[in-house]
């Protein structure tokens, strides 16, 4: 683990710009949404609030249904319209003096943070150490810490205890935990903790329900915190539609069926990294284990295969954009598994013609 200043990385570049304009028609492993989300019953529930829209949006029953999903008090939730706004509150709110982020990660929050005026410190997580957080290597004087847990774009899931570690007095810890319910069970979740100081929690609910163009998200933090993020906020953030799907999404239904969903994205998964192992003697290396609803891989040449692929109707996210990570890298959406041994043909195809 070491640690960098900020470089040439675009901060602002995100798996949706591979599927924009002429990418529009190729089959979709850049972004990292749910694939056939949202469901019907969810689309129903939506359209149903937009007999309130002359209403100005009134957020505590949703708020309320937060709170009771992750068994904290009410004044500990904040709504936001998706967790990429909770950064920019982070970033206008807290006095910060010494920022760090931990990558490769999502590149948001670091943006977040420079485009309010803070310097910030990168510390970057090794591919020989299998992209695994050594708390020791933040600076023992960093007041904001920001990780992802599981990470974006590694598909690492760090041991919440290990992260926990990172906690001290005076100290803001921001853990993203944008993809967790997309793992089993949940685990090494954070989110309803009140014993880590100056913990926040950081949730979406864009992924696993496919609401990436509804904006909703949500902060779990101290009550002081979320006063302050609450003062940052421009009136009436969080459309009304928003507040529907998000106190649908914590109902026993939606858990449930979230829960379903994770098991099958990581049967999935493991048939998508099964596939990328077949690989290993043009090169390829898949960063395992992978808890994340998607994979990333390292692959000789990966600007002409990821160029070859998009020729043959497959977008995948281009990993240079990660501090920490180089042209050789690319990100994987997981996808169900026809989807997946179509896509491991078109790589076939598309490595051979790098190589050419």
């Known amino acids: 683990m070491r640690t960098e200043p900020a470089g040439s990385h675009d901060l602002r570049h995100h798996g949706d710009a591979e599927?924009?304009?002429?990418?529009?028609?190729?089959?979709?492993?850049a972004v990292n949404v749910r694939a056939d989300t949202p469901p019907a019953w969810l689309r129903e529930r939506i359209a149903g609030s937009l007999a309130g829209l002359a209403a100005y949006p009134d957020g505590r029953a949703a708020r309320a249904?937060?709170?009771a999903r992750h068994g904290v008090a009410v004044e500990r939730v904040l709504l936001t319209a998706g967790a990429a706004e909770a950064f920019v509150l982070l970033a206008r709110a807290l006095t910060v003096r010494h920022a760090v982020v931990v990558h490769p990660q999502f590149t948001e929050p670091e943006a977040a943070l420079r485009d309010a005026g803070h310097s910030v410190e990168r510390v970057l997580l090794r591919e020989e150490d299998g992209f695994?957080?050594?708390?020791?290597?933040?600076?023992?004087?960093?007041?904001?810490?920001?990780?992802?847990?599981?990470?974006?774009?590694?598909?690492?899931?760090?041991?919440?205890?290990?992260?926990?570690?990172?906690?001290?007095?005076?100290?803001?810890?921001?853990?993203?935990?944008?993809?967790?319910?997309?793992?089993?069970?949940?685990?090494?979740?954070?989110?309803?903790?009140?014993?880590?100081?100056g913990l926040v929690v950081l949730r979406s609910l864009t992924k696993t329900w496919g609401l990436a163009g509804l904006r909703i998200g949500y902060v779990l933090a101290a009550p002081e915190t979320i006063?302050?993020?609450?003062?940052?906020?421009?009136?009436?953030?969080?459309?009304t539609p928003a507040l529907a799907a998000a106190q649908a999404c914590m109902e026993p239904r939606a858990l449930a069926e979230a829960a379903h969903a994770a098991h099958r994205v990581a049967t999935d998964r493991a048939h998508l990294v099964a596939g990328l192992r077949e690989f290993a003697p043009d090169g390829l290396r898949v960063v395992e284990p992978a808890e994340g609803p998607f994979v990333?891989?390292?692959?000789?040449?990966?600007?002409?295969?990821?160029?070859?692929?998009?020729d043959l109707g497959w977008a995948v996210r281009r990993g240079d954009t990660f501090p920490g990570l180089d042209e050789e890298w690319l990100r994987l959406a997981v996808r169900d598994?026809?989807?997946?041994?179509r896509f491991l043909q078109a790589l076939d195809q598309a490595v051979t013609l790098a190589k050419g």
């Open 19 to 29: 599927v924009r304009d002429d990418g529009a028609k190729l089959t979709d492993l």
């Open 65 to 67: 249904a937060v709170a």
């Open 132 to 197: 695994r957080l050594d708390p020791a290597a933040v600076p023992e004087d960093a007041d904001l810490v920001v990780v992802g847990n599981p990470t974006n774009p590694t598909s690492v899931l760090h041991p919440s205890a290990t992260i926990a570690e990172l906690a001290r007095p005076g100290r803001t810890l921001v853990v993203d935990e944008a993809f967790l319910d997309a793992v089993p069970g949940e685990r090494e979740a954070l989110a309803g903790r009140t014993d880590v100081p």
């Open 227 to 239: 006063a302050a993020l609450e003062r940052a906020q421009p009136l009436w953030p969080v459309s």
């Open 296 to 310: 990333l891989v390292r692959v000789p040449r990966a600007t002409a295969v990821r160029r070859h692929l998009r």
């Open 337 to 341: 598994r026809t989807t997946v041994n």
